[in-house]
């Protein structure tokens, strides 16, 4: 059968937060029985957009990770809460039900990705839906996907089969894939939240100039790892490596001895200027 998961892609989220605001427009002060109760007026983000910067100036990049519940398929929730309390549909969607939950605060503290919120005034945890309401009426979007300026959100409909072809079309990965739970929200460019890049500035001595299309190859025990052009300011940025590896970072230009320089990538790098001699 077909079922719900989500893609999210990292490099076309801009942070502008219509996706939160869908999400509150929805569930604050609106009870849908038997799916959620009424959201309360603050402290709940069941749209969570983390924010991070990498990279030093001038080379800085921002990353956006917009994060609802994953809907995992393994999920510890499930596995760590009292039974009944919470529950996988039949298309994925794991739901909190808010009259068997009421009472157990212990099952905030079971998600290992911080999705679940506890409504002290309705006494009972909650968090994303995946707007089941809706999608129960018809709907093939979720308010956040139906609002999203940069179609950084994408609501798919697939059975199992199509769900891992796309996975592997799309290289989209799971948010700290270490937990194994296997999750329906999948991303996209998600090495602009969990990489690092090495960058850095480079110039031809003789000339003062940019060093317009001078090749960088990153390495890592003699194995490419990444590779880029100089562009026309001078800059370059070769991203999706590893944190905390060591990488030779080889700079090389026509007529111009070649540069190396080994770092570590604790987090994103920027090199400095770096000038090339003629050859
Ligand atoms: S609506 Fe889209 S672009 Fe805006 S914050 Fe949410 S995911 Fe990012
Ligand atoms: S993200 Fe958290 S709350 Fe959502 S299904 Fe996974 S473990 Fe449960």
């Known amino acids: 059968m077909k079922k719900w998961n989500m893609v999210i892609d990292c490099a076309r989220c801009h942070d502008c937060n219509n996706c939160f605001l869908a999400d509150k427009d929805e569930f604050v002060g609106n009870d849908f029985p038997p799916y959620s109760v009424a959201q309360p007026w603050s402290g709940h983000r069941w749209m969570n957009i983390e924010?991070?910067?990498?990279?030093?100036?001038?080379?800085?990049?921002?990353?956006?990770?917009?994060?609802?519940?994953?809907?995992?398929?393994?999920?510890?929730?499930?596995?760590?809460?009292p039974a009944g309390t919470i529950y996988r549909r039949e298309d994925g969607l794991v739901i909190i039900d808010p009259e068997k939950a009421k009472g157990h605060p212990e099952i905030?503290?079971?998600?290992?990705?911080?999705?679940?919120?506890?409504?002290?005034?309705?006494?009972?945890?909650?968090?994303?839906?995946?707007?089941?309401?809706?999608?129960?009426?018809?709907?093939?979007?979720?308010?956040?996907?139906?609002?999203?300026?940069?179609?950084?959100?994408?609501?798919?409909?697939?059975?199992?089969?199509?769900?891992?072809?796309?996975?592997?079309?799309?290289?989209?990965?799971?948010?700290?894939?270490e937990l194994r739970t296997n999750p329906r929200v999948m991303y996209k460019n998600l090495h602009k939240w969990d990489k690092v890049f090495a960058s850095g500035s480079v110039a031809f001595k003789d000339t003062d100039d940019c060093a317009d299309g001078a090749a960088v190859t990153v390495s890592i025990d003699g194995a490419t790892a990444g590779e880029g052009v100089v562009n026309n300011y001078g800059e370059f940025v070769v991203d999706r490596l590893e944190p905390g590896k060591s990488y030779t970072v080889r700079i090389s230009a026509d007529g111009y001895k070649a540069v190396e320089r080994t770092?570590?990538?604790?987090?994103?790098?920027?090199?400095?200027?770096?000038?090339?001699e003629k050859a």
């Not at 991070?52 to 499930?78: M, N, S």
């Not at 009426?137 to 179609?151: F, L, M």
């Not at 990538?265 to 090339?276: I, P």
């Open 51 to 81: 924010r991070k910067e990498r990279g030093q100036y001038p080379i800085v990049q921002t990353g956006y990770l917009p994060k609802p519940c994953l809907h995992c398929a393994d999920a510890p929730c499930i596995d760590g809460s």
């Open 108 to 177: 905030v503290g079971t998600c290992p990705y911080g999705a679940i919120y506890w409504n002290a005034e309705a006494d009972v945890a909650q968090k994303c839906t995946g707007c089941a309401h809706l999608i129960d009426q018809g709907w093939t979007e979720t308010r956040c996907s139906q609002v999203c300026p940069t179609n950084a959100i994408k609501v798919v409909f697939a059975d199992d089969a199509e769900w891992a072809a796309l996975i592997q079309k799309e290289e989209l990965r799971a948010h700290r894939e």
């Open 263 to 276: 770092v570590t990538l604790r987090e994103s790098l920027n090199l400095g200027l770096v000038m090339l």
